[in-house]
């Protein structure tokens, strides 16, 4: 007797990634920052192609001072309000190479803070990656004028 075992292999299973260059990890401000200012650009692709990208950021509960986040409200500009300190912008990812989005500050920063959370990358099959960010505000660009 011969038994053939046929198990269903999801083809198109390859997670978006953040471009390891431009993952936000670590990015330091100084506190006086001008609100409304592009402060990164992620940028992230799929193998499997399944664009467009969407990007979206979240409190990470491990910060003492952590971002008040709030995922997927996108209001008819295209702006991503993920939190009272930044919001995500998305910019056209129709070339399906490569997807962009520009952080924005929406608030201002209090100097020598640092502010915890975590960017996801979703493509069209609702793959994900996440990332830790870690947003340093450093003393105001004047404190190092004499």
Sequence with gaps: MLLILIMPVEINAVK?????????????LPSDTKLGSVIYRL????????????????GNRKSSMSLSLTSGLVSDSGT????????ITHVDCSTNSICEADVILTKA????????????????QGETTIVESHLQATLPIGAFQG
Excluded: G
């Design 16 to 28: 978006p990634v953040f471009d390891l260059s431009n993952n936000m990890r670590l990015v330091m």
């Design 80 to 87: 991503e309000e993920v939190s009272d300190t930044i919001a």
């Design 109 to 124: 920063l209090e100097a020598e803070n640092d502010y915890y959370f975590s960017l996801e990358v979703k493509d069209s």
């Design 43 to 58: 940028r992230a692709s799929d193998a499997d192609e399944d664009y467009p990208l969407q990007f979206s950021a979240f």
